[in-house]
């Protein structure tokens, strides 16, 4: 068999296997399935074995090629989502200062949050939008929904839809326009922040659903940031975190936090420290930690047996690597 | 539920992850499709959030709106190579207007105010801190000002001054170490999000 | 004329953003209100040149049968899909049941989120290459993307339980990212503003003039 014939044999099979469990998954055959204990904790066993093994296999001077590192990294996060093991999530004193500042705010306050984001780091911030955004309704305050980037405000629509189907929350209890309004997204980047300084109805004419500011009982009393008493925003990079603190902050005197990506929350730690920022949650642990505050645990909590052991598969490959490294005289390159 | 939607959502995921094995058709496809779709998801945002309801619904109200579309009609001359050049004037005015208000931005947030919160009293206010607090501080404020003097090329490194750029260095380099960290942090996340697709929303095998 | 009155343009804009800074007033922050209008709307345009311009680069492949020239029609067949989708809707395009929707759910959300997913494998495979403690320079890089990968996740707080509560290692994570990242973030970012604040006046001083390319 040639390797062409390998390969489509390989994915016949992957495709047929995909098709048994989609099939037993809408005609309800199973229902999920979870590790017991013992089992996780064999497979654990195992895994660290393997890579003891590549450890001893690379002092011999056998050197392992990128996709065995691939599959790992694969095996490393695939199997943690099918166990059943708890930790105890720390919760940082940037994640306790934003869920003190929804604390102090009065029933009925203004919070502007800003959804900079787009669906490839969804997994690291929807599940802080839910849990802010779910925090928020608990608490009675008015949510002002926008984007600076395309995409962030069918992401607020989802995390609203979410949150509201987790909490049993109907479109009778939190009203469209009364408790939350999405007014969509534009243009313009910074220019957008600087312009809403003067007035959020030029850059937003109508909401996300083409409805007009002035018909919207939330918004059509508010001016500018001064009508605002907290802001929240949810970025992934450019525009963002940096942008609100250099115009809205700065410049207009709002009150700040934010949810970052793990990439770009090292970045704001200046403003943070500087009190430009009130608090921040970087990354889904600290999503995680903000879900604990809340007590609306998501699924930052549910990854984060995941992202606790890929993280000691590229400890334990960085060590491999340097023993490669070391064990050659420094002179080693590694398979590509 | 919607199943051909979550089978093409999955082929699509997996067609992109298939790009790890080799380069092949099925990933090419797959980015194809990525091209084409988002292309043509910013030309619909654009249209409807920008030039209805920014300049169509307001051109009325705020006839001055007329310049940005003028300028915004001048730039898709681009288009056209013998009048391309006209393009340089709505450019002229992003360039101005970048310059403008991010200078004033970078120089109020990133320069006066960082320097101002570099600039603090070592043991916190009214000698409040602990020994603990004042070796932090002493490594924030230290750090910063040696991290300044690395990037300061017009004067060799030498001597004092080259040991200060040393002290920079390894800051710097912390820096860089937690930034990888997190990074790696970021990208684990982002894959455990897909993993949890195929195997949540796709196969049912999760619970 | 080609580049005198982008020089011009360029200048008085630029100036008008520095002066209503100072002065947030009459007529200045009229001024400032209609340059960001217009700007949101420049750059609108500019997106829309640059999805122009892959149709035309697109279409180019396509006549002159360029090698994976098949892709490209994919990438318009992709293309005028999701714009037939977007403009049928009307301005609910956005609604639940639109087809639009459906598109940015099954096929725009899986590809974004993928494409960046994969860099997961790519950022570990680069670490066990690459990621060496070469000098002591080296070596404080990898310690502080130890401790941070550790210490940043519940794991290692329960490696490090048995310590008392401030010793553990997210404790002296917490340390690293408050002082010395914060202290080298600092000197970066206060360069890259020092850089940035010349350049933009370079630019609206009109010293600087390559971004306007040359004469022809």
Not at chain 1, 75 to 81: R, S
Not at chain 1, 253 to 272: D, E, H, I, R
Not at chain 2, 62 to 88: E, N
Not at chain 3, 153 to 170: H, K
């Amino acid at each position: 068999m040639n390797r062409r014939m390998i390969e489509m044999s390989i994915l016949a099979v992957i495709t047929i296997l995909s098709i048994i469990a989609y099939l037993g998954k809408i005609n309800g055959w199973h229902n999920g399935y979870t590790f017991s204990t013992g089992l996780s904790i064999t497979l654990i066993i195992l895994l660290a074995a393997s890579v003891i093994f590549i450890l001893v296999l690379t002092i011999k001077g056998k050197l392992i090629g990128r996709r065995i590192v691939f599959l790992y990294i694969g095996i490393a996060i695939t199997l943690p989502l099918f166990m059943d093991i708890s930790q105890e999530i720390v919760v940082s004193n940037d994640v306790k200062a934003v869920y003190a500042d929804l604390e102090g705010l009065p029933a009925g306050s203004k919070i502007l949050v800003s959804f900079d984001y787009d669906p490839a780091s969804a997994p690291e911030l929807q599940p802080m939008a839910e849990a802010f955004i779910g925090e928020c309704f608990k608490r009675d305050f008015k949510l002002i929904m926008m984007g600076l980037w395309p995409m962030g405000p069918q992401q607020a629509n989802m995390a609203v839809d979410t949150i509201m189907n987790r909490m049993g929350l109907t479109d009778q209890d939190i009203i469209y326009g009364e408790d939350w309004v999405n007014l969509g997204f534009q243009t313009g980047d910074v220019f957008v922040i600087q312009r809403m300084g003067g007035s959020f109805e030029s850059m937003f004419h109508t909401d996300i659903n083409g409805r007009p500011y002035q018909d919207i009982p939330l918004v059509k009393n508010i001016k500018n940031f001064s009508n605002i008493d907290y802001s929240f925003n949810l970025s992934a990079g450019f525009p963002g975190t940096v942008e609100w603190v250099q115009v809205g902050v700065d410049r207009y005197g709002l009150k700040l936090s934010c949810g970052n990506t793990a990439v770009q929350a090292p970045t704001v730690y200046p403003y943070l420290k500087a009190g430009q920022l009130s608090g921040l949650i970087g990354g889904m642990n600290d999503g995680a930690a903000f879900e604990k505050l809340t007590q609306l645990e998501g699924k930052a909590t549910k990854f984060m047996l995941s992202q606790s052991f890929s993280h000691l598969i590229i400890i334990a490959f960085i060590f491999i690597g340097n023993v490669a490294y070391f064990r050659t005289g420094r002179k080693s390159a590694l398979k590509k | 539920m919607d199943h051909f939607g979550i089978w093409l959502a999955a082929f699509l995921t997996l067609g992109i992850y298939s790009f790890l094995y080799r380069d092949n058709a099925w990933y090419k496809l797959s980015e194809s499709i990525f091209i084409g779709i988002s292309a043509g998801y910013w030309v619909v945002i654009l249209f409807w959030d920008n030039f209805y309801a920014k300049f169509w619904l307001q051109r009325q109200d705020d006839p001055m709106l007329w310049v940005g579309a003028a300028l915004g009609f001048l730039m898709l001359l681009r288009l056209i190579p013998k009048i391309g050049w006209i393009a340089r004037w709505p450019l002229a005015f992003i360039d101005g207007a970048t310059a403008g208000l991010w200078g004033m931005n970078f120089l109020a947030s990133n320069i006066m105010v960082q320097t101002k919160a570099t600039i603090m009293p070592l043991m916190g206010p009214a000698f409040s801190g602990s020994i603990g607090d004042l070796l932090s501080n002493l490594v924030l404020v230290g750090g910063t000002f040696c991290g300044l003097i690395y990037f300061f090329f017009s004067k060799e490194h030498k001597g004092a001054f080259g040991n200060a750029a040393r002290v920079g260095i390894w800051t710097i380099m912390i820096t860089f170490g937690a930034m990888f960290g997190y990074t790696v942090m970021s990208r684990m996340s982002l894959l455990i999000g897909r993993i949890d697709f195929l195997f949540r929303d796709w196969l049912g095998l999760l619970k | 004329m080609r580049r005198e009155i982008p020089l011009l343009i360029t200048g008085i804009v630029g100036v008008v953003f520095v002066i209503s800074y100072f002065i947030p007033h009459f007529p200045f922050n009229m001024m400032d209100g209609w340059f960001s209008d217009w700007f949101s709307i420049i750059q609108a345009c500019a997106i829309v040149l640059g999805a122009l311009n892959l149709l035309l680069i697109s279409s180019q492949k396509i006549i002159r049968r360029k090698t994976d020239w098949g892709y490209s029609i994919v990438v318009m067949a992709t293309f005028f899909l999701m714009i037939i989708a977007g403009f049928s809707g009307g301005v609910e395009f956005r609604g639940p049941d639109t087809t639009f929707t459906w598109l940015y759910n099954f096929t725009f959300m899986p590809l974004s989120s993928t494409m960046y997913a994969i860099l997961a494998f790519f950022v570990a495979s680069a670490s066990y290459r690459a990621f060496r403690a070469r000098n002591a320079e080296a070596t404080l890089l990898l310690g502080a993307a130890f401790f941070v990968m550790i210490g940043r996740v519940p794991i290692g707080d329960l490696i490090t339980g048995f310590m008392p509560e401030g010793a553990r290692l997210s404790d002296l994570t917490g340390w690293i990212m408050d002082y010395p990242q914060t202290a080298g973030q600092r000197a970066i970012m206060i360069g890259i503003a020092l850089g940035l604040v010349s350049t933009s006046l370079r630019v609206i001083l009109g010293i600087e003039r390559s971004h306007l390319g040359g004469d022809s």
